[in-house]
């Protein structure tokens, strides 16, 4: 059974902030925006509007993922921010620890997905109802048991790099909906970092790039 303890320390990590926007370390184990159950309104968003009431979000990362994710602090800039995610000209990399060592050295995994409805929140591939996902991958160092990876999702889907490493037959350590039966106990946590971050500013369109090494 799933029991919801996000993490306390520190219950802020604001990584850069000016007038439109701030970026921010989300940790492994808290919602980016509140649950449905009471029990699971403590989020990101919930925490940075305590601090600055206008904040807009502007996409998500999974619970189980930590790294950068940025807000906008109002409408114009939420706007702007929104459309350069839908015009997929933000630049984003995760790190992963996968099971198993990749025979690749790169390449990409261009699967349809969709919401597994009788299983949610998990996604599945789906080739007639399926919405484009698209994930290139390069290895940065393999170990016995194991690799570490470096993603780059083009689409955004949810569950988009845990679905696609899974169906490489690599699924991402410390998985809990996709890596059992060998990948589940292998870390404590979901050893997915979004690592780097890259857009235009909102209001004066200087190119902004953000990294944060994974804990892991």
């Not at 919801?4 to 902030?17: A, E, F, G, K, V």
Request: glycine share 6%; proline share 8%; net charge positive.
């Amino acid at each position: 059974m799933f029991h919801y303890q996000p993490p306390t320390q520190p219950w802020l990590d604001i990584i850069y902030q000016d007038n439109d926007i701030v970026v921010l370390n989300k940790p492994a184990g808290l919602l980016s925006v509140p649950g449905k159950a009471l029990e699971h309104r403590d989020c990101l968003e919930l925490r940075v509007r305590r601090a600055l009431p206008s904040i807009r979000v502007v996409h998500r990362l999974d619970m189980a993922t930590s790294g950068l994710i940025v807000m906008a602090l109002n409408k114009p800039a939420q706007v702007a921010l929104n459309q350069q995610f839908a015009a997929r000209s933000v630049k984003k990399s995760y790190v992963a620890v996968v099971f198993g060592q990749l025979q690749q050295a790169s390449g990409s995994v261009e699967l349809p997905l969709r919401c597994d409805w009788p299983n949610r929140p998990k996604q599945m591939v789906d080739h007639q109802e399926g919405k484009p996902a698209l994930t290139h991958f390069e290895v940065i160092e393999q170990f016995a048991e194991s690799t570490r990876v470096r993603l780059f999702p083009v689409t955004g889907r949810s569950h988009q790099l845990r679905v696609h490493m899974l169906s490489l037959g690599h699924p991402i350590q410390g998985d809990r909906l996709y890596g059992e039966p060998l990948a589940v106990t292998r870390a404590s946590r979901l050893q997915l970092h979004a690592e780097t971050l890259e857009f235009a500013h909102p209001t004066h369109g200087q190119q902004m790039q953000f990294t944060l090494p994974a804990p892991f």
